[in-house]
């Protein structure tokens, strides 16, 4: 019997029709394991998926598809499906509301407790072996917080970052606290900016990065925020959707947490020169510090209040990442090369227009 006849697949991912969902559960279908896709909305998405799977060559009748809300207890499930699941045993939280200018309520309904949620249900699972939850990289920058947060804190903390950043900063506390007190094998994977595919460039997602380069392209980047060694770190998608796969066969600890991102990435004023010199346009002029940018009328810079808390020059631990892909036999691509056919596919795209 196949899954699309009604079976229970091993490995459940929610979020499977964002950008890094789709393409994890290409990779998971392709390695040969049973995928559940958790979907709000069920049938019609399901249906764009199995599509997009098809588009690019992936088997989906390992694939089976189910309806599911994160925002809701027990994650929405009815009776049925709720049984089905009962095999799974590895759990990819890759749903996630990303978007800059969200309500701080509407960030925290599926950014803290919707990842709560996830959690909560995971530990009731049989067979559970791991939760693989997809968090971000600038967690770092702002130290672990512990859950639940001081209301002022978490005040402070929603003003200075904005909903998204502050809500995933939230989420990865309450997450990893859950996790602890319900005793829920936890990895927490903390991706940089997701690029396209290193082999077609294929994203699509267009905003964060993605912004700035249509900009450059539109000739509308005169200057950049940030300084000389401003690092805004990439990842290209496929990578990080084998990374993801492999995680639950060599994490073992209580918890683990990976930093996944390729240090080679230029600075932000080198990438997009390399990306300038690519598409035949011209660079920014100048470079301005994210100080005087921040106190700068957001009609004049066109510059996403939100955005420049990414902007920095620090660097980030990755050591456990390049441990595990060594394990695996991964390695990330030239990341040159998957910037440039990266931005050749935005274009060809229209950025998502």
């Given at each position: 019997m196949t899954?699309?006849?009604?079976?229970?697949?091993?490995?459940?991912v929610l979020g499977a029709t964002g950008f890094i969902g789709r393409w994890l559960v290409a990779e998971l279908l392709e390695r040969g394991r049973p995928v559940v896709a958790a979907v709000r909305g069920g049938g019609a998405r399901g249906g764009e998926l199995r599509g997009w799977l098809r588009e690019h060559g992936v088997d989906d009748q390992g694939l089976l598809v189910v309806d599911a809300d994160i925002t809701r207890p027990d994650l929405g499930l009815d009776d049925e499906d709720r049984d089905r699941l009962k095999a799974v045993r590895d759990v990819f939280n890759a749903a996630a509301l990303f978007r800059f200018g969200l309500g701080r309520e509407e960030a925290r309904r599926a950014n803290v407790d919707g990842a709560v949620n996830v959690v909560r249900w995971a530990a009731?699972?049989?067979?559970?072996?791991?939760?693989?939850?997809?968090?971000?990289?600038?967690?770092?920058?702002?130290?672990?917080?512990?859950?639940?947060?001081?209301?002022?804190?978490?005040?402070?903390?929603?003003?200075?970052?904005?909903?998204?950043?502050?809500?995933?900063?939230?989420?990865?506390?309450?997450v990893?606290?859950?996790?602890r007190e319900e005793g829920v094998p936890l990895t927490a994977v903390h991706p940089a900016t997701v690029i396209g595919d290193s082999v077609t460039g294929e994203a699509g997602q267009y905003i964060g990065l993605a912004e700035m380069v249509r900009d450059l392209w539109g000739g509308r980047l005169p200057a950049l925020a940030g300084s000389r060694r401003t690092f805004v770190p990439v990842v290209t998608v496929d990578h990080l959707a084998r990374f993801m796969a492999a995680v639950p066969e060599y994490d073992e600890e209580p918890y683990r947490a990976h930093w996944v991102l390729d240090d080679a990435t230029p600075h932000l004023p080198d990438l997009v020169g390399l990306l300038a010199r690519h598409l035949g346009v011209r660079p920014p002029r100048v470079t301005l510090p994210v100080g005087l940018v921040r106190r700068l009328p957001r009609a004049l810079t066109g510059v996403e209040p939100e955005t420049l808390s990414f902007l920095s020059e620090e660097r980030y631990d990755t050591s456990s990442a390049g441990v595990l892909a060594g394990k695996a036999g991964l390695s990330h691509p030239p990341v040159e090369d998957a910037l440039r056919r990266w931005a050749d596919r935005l274009v060809a795209d229209r950025f998502g227009a």
């Open positions: 899954l699309s006849e009604g079976a229970a697949g091993e490995a459940l009731a699972l049989p067979r559970l072996r791991r939760l693989v939850h997809v968090s971000g990289y600038r967690v770092a920058s702002e130290g672990r917080l512990a859950h639940p947060v001081p209301a002022k804190e978490l005040d402070a903390l929603y003003r200075r970052l904005g909903a998204y950043e502050a809500s995933k900063l939230e989420g990865d506390a309450a990893r606290a859950v996790a």
